[in-house]
């Protein structure tokens, strides 16, 4: 497997949730939102997304929730819940960790 | 959208979540047409490459099944009850005591009522098999009438036997025809353990029963543990297997004390029963659905 898709697959539960803390997103928005922030670095597999979200949805992390667009449309937005919020805080700690260590071994000049 | 449709028709969800899920893709769909038909795209190539971007409908549908196909404890522990209340009714030997048999029925009446009125959940369809034995028991008394009046009365009970387990299997089948095996299990076990019992000419309630009481007490232990594992794993093909371990199980602890009691087309018989309840429903299954486009 692809080194960079093994780092993503690992980190994918994170990102959505970072992503969703910082607003409540429906599934084609959190897509492109995680394109546009990376500078397209992490283009998702569209097919990949709902069942990772509905994962996180299951375990109580998010919550999915009908809202209709200015258009009339209807879509599933997702919110953090509480449980989600301490899942996160207690992921960007270890990822800081782990990312330090990382960097000290791995570009040690940085 | 064809996609859509094929999508559902690969889902093996409870209808709320299947709908709401379908609802979902139909509106990620909705978006990704757009932009690609704002980009330039006629408005059949824009359909295409949306599709091709969510990717096969058959494995979003699988991928979504792992994330809901997990039981909790809570749903595994009511799944398994009624394999072991009937397991404790033969190890303490209350199979003959009115009292604890009509607590047990009116039980399972009453959580089956229950179950069904509140969305069909998973759990439902080990205690669903349970309330249908004594639709089948009754076909197997009816044979043990004098005379030709068994056949008689066999000729008009079995095709109404067969038409209210058909009649309730579709409608689990819409949901999914795993569900439909688990609801069946108990009643090639129950039938097998009749067969083997009724052979020495003495039926329920006797001394054989009583002998063997530990048996049956263990084979329906087994069923439980076969369906807790069935509860908690996600891949169906471990569902599957976990029922189909059972009915090889149940059967040989069957031959183990039957000292060849059973004639070999009997074993047939079991055998093709046990073997049934996991293929039929498949096969019924992939009958109604059939009809549906797949991967388009």
Sequence with gaps: ?????????????????????????????????????SNGYFQF??????????????????????????????????????????????????WRGFAEAVNLIMLPTM | MNYLDSLKNYLRLDFTVKDEFVREIRGHLEDKIRELREDGMSEEEANATAIKFLGSPRILAQQIYEVYSQGSWQETLFAVLPHFLTASLF?????SNPLWLGLIVAGVIATVIYGWCHGKPTWLFSWLGYLLIPVVAAGVM???????????????????????????????LKIDWLFVSLMMIPIPIVLGWVMVLSTSDIFLGSERVHEAASWIAFSFALLALSVATFIRVRQRWLKAGALLVCATMVLAVMALISNNALSLWAWLLLSLLALSHLFVPALLERGMRGKVTPDS
């Design chain 2, 91 to 95: 190890a303490l030997r209350w199979w």
């Design chain 1, 45 to 94: 597999k569209e097919g990949t997304l709902y069942p990772a979200l509905h994962r996180l949805e299951k375990t109580g992390l998010i919550k999915g929730k009908w809202q209709k667009l200015p258009s009339g449309q209807e879509r599933r937005y997702y919110y953090i819940t509480e449980k989600g919020q301490k899942a996160l805080n207690e992921r960007l700690a270890v």
């Design chain 1, 1 to 37: 497997m692809n080194y960079g898709r093994e780092l993503l697959k690992g980190s994918t539960d994170s990102l959505l949730l970072c992503l969703i803390n910082n607003q409540p997103l429906y599934g084609y928005q959190i897509i492109k939102e995680l394109g546009e922030k």
């Design chain 2, 142 to 172: 009816l044979l043990y009438l004098p005379g030709d009046w068994a056949w008689v009365a066999a000729l008009f009970y079995v095709p109404l036997a067969i038409f209210i387990l058909v009649l309730v299997a579709r409608q689990i």
